[in-house]
């Protein structure tokens, strides 16, 4: 009996393709972001926070970016694939900005090309490690939506990545109505990214808030949420503690 | 004077500047049965005369439905025609499926074009000999395009091509300038007058003849022979008065005959 292990990978069936290049697990890994339409447009939330596993290793991680003309991109996951899906929708708006007539990509038909770029690589067993929300708006439409990982998406008045659905999702519920002013779609996303710094392992406390209107998208400065820490029950952590062993 | 010696091949240019084997494959569209469109701000209408080989046989399809929002129709070799159909309608099929929205009509027509080009490039390929009268909406409203076989695509406001288009042509020359802004009947209407221009004194009747439409809120379908039928008989008698448009047979004639000799080359319009 030859107990040596074989040179040959498990994955035969795949094919020539090495373990390697298959998508196994994220490395460094952008936690919740949160969207919701409001009367403009899409404003939307992500902190800036890049996660080396349970090291909050990088603070300076922008994971919101504008597509084209009339789209906003955010991304939790694995920062590397954000970057290449960043190049992929380079290369799309590049072409559809060289056949120069007045057609352009809007945000529906950006979020279904990317559903179905996750959904093929997920078919191949290599994902690209993401939850993605795309926002926009174009000739007076509003759109919001989200593809995961495995290729899974929809379009909402509000949404959210990772702990975000957990956390922040019920508040909109409660909360989100149409024709949000700015400044109140603004507060209600600072109080969802608040009960996510608190809760959130690997929020950090700098976040970005970005919004596209007709006019384009802007983004803000980074900034950080005030806290409270005041609670009785921190002041004396192990006063009603019960012994360990 | 030179014509026999460059002409053999689409990949050699006559001392004139000009590639023969093209002009010839448009000289088929021209022997096609005539094919119009015509469109307003919001609608489009093809039309097309058919004109069966014999009473035993039944017509070809010259008017194709690409998408919801695109429909052509052809002139010249229907065979050539259908397949660039087919490709059309697997470009907007793999775009809708792609970004979930409809492919706008101008970059079809761009792509039909390069694809024409190429075969007017390549010494083992010919030209395809088919006219295509493209008639699709998108963002910017409703257009109409015509693709010719030398790779050139123009947009127009309306177009025939095909045998005795000129009777047509003339006819919508005149009325035009009010087509934006015509009633969706108005335009079936006057898509009806045109074929009949082409029919040269032959009675119009929705057997020989393929009426389509497409518009804002209404997508690409081919209009029923009751309903075409309705519609002839509703302003034949409104035709009766107004007399069918008195061209010269001098214009038929040489639309029909050579205008390929030595002079402007035709794909240069």
């Given amino acids: 009996m030859n107990f040596m292990a074989s040179k040959q990978p498990e994955n035969s069936l795949l094919g020539p393709e090495a373990d390697s290049q298959r998508t196994l697990y994220p490395y460094v890994t952008g936690t919740s972001v949160v969207a919701l339409k409001y009367k403009d447009g899409i404003l939307m939330a992500a902190d800036m926070g890049g996660s080396y596993g349970s090291t909050l290793r990088y603070k300076n991680v922008e994971r919101m970016k504008a597509i084209g003309k009339h789209s906003l991109l955010g991304a939790s996951g694995e920062i590397s694939d954000f970057q290449e899906i960043l190049r992929y929708l380079d290369d799309l708006i590049l072409y559809d900005n060289m056949w120069d007539d007045g057609?352009?990509?809007?945000p529906k038909e950006v979020h279904n090309y990317l559903t179905r770029v996750m959904y093929n690589r997920r078919n191949k067993f290599n994902p690209l490690w993401n939850s993605l929300v795309l926002g926009g708006i174009k000739n007076g439409q509003k759109y919001l939506g989200t593809v995961s990982m495995i290729g899974v998406n929809f379009e909402d008045d509000h949404v959210a990545t990772g702990f975000g659905n957990h956390l922040a999702r019920p508040i909109l519920r409660q909360e989100w109505h149409e024709n949000l002013s700015f400044e109140d779609g603004v507060k209600l996303l600072e109080k969802c990214m608040r009960v996510l710094l608190y809760r959130d392992r690997s929020a950090i406390n700098k976040l970005q808030i970005a919004k596209i209107t007709e006019e384009g998208m802007t983004i803000s400065q980074p900034y950080s949420l005030k806290t409270y820490w005041e609670f009785s029950a921190f002041e004396n952590p192990t006063q009603g503690a019960v012994g360990s062993w | 004077m030179f014509r026999n010696q460059y002409d053999t091949d689409v990949t050699t240019w006559s001392p004139a500047g000009r590639l023969f084997q093209v002009e010839y494959a448009m000289e088929a569209v021209k022997q096609g049965s005539a094919a119009i469109g015509l469109r307003s701000k919001t609608h489009i209408v093809l039309g097309c005369v058919n004109k069966a080989n014999s009473e035993l046989s039944s017509h070809q399809k010259k008017i194709f439905k690409v998408d919801d929002h695109i429909g052509v129709a052809i002139a010249g070799l229907t065979a050539d025609g259908r397949v660039l159909s087919r490709y059309m309608r697997n470009e907007c099929i793999n775009y809708s499926f792609t970004y979930e929205s409809p492919l706008p009509v101008g970059r079809l027509v761009v792509q039909l074009a390069d694809k024409a080009q190429v075969c007017t490039q390549r010494s083992w390929k010919r030209p395809y000999g088919v006219g295509l009268l493209v008639a699709g909406l998108d963002e910017s409203g409703a257009h109409l395009y015509y693709n010719c076989p030398s790779g050139n695509y123009f947009e127009y406001q309306a177009f025939a091509i095909g045998s005795r288009s000129q009777a047509a042509k003339t006819y919508l020359e005149r009325r035009f300038e009010n087509f934006a802004d015509s009633s969706r009947d108005d335009l079936?209407?006057?898509a009806l007058m045109a074929?009949?221009?082409t029919l040269?004194?032959?009675?119009?009747?929705s057997s020989i003849c393929t009426v389509a439409v497409v518009g804002v809120g209404e997508p690409f379908h081919i209009l029923d022979?009751?309903?075409?039928?309705?519609?002839?008989?509703?302003f034949e008698i409104v035709g009766e008065q107004e007399g069918p448009a008195a061209e010269p047979d001098a214009a038929a004639a040489a639309d029909q005959g050579g205008s390929t000799e030595e002079g402007v080359a035709p794909m240069d319009i």
């Fill in chain 2, 195 to 197: 074929i009949r221009e």
């Fill in chain 1, 103 to 106: 057609n352009s990509l809007g």
């Fill in chain 2, 225 to 234: 022979l009751e309903t075409v039928q309705q519609m002839i008989d509703a």
């Fill in chain 2, 200 to 205: 040269q004194g032959e009675t119009l009747k």
């Fill in chain 2, 188 to 190: 079936v209407k006057d």
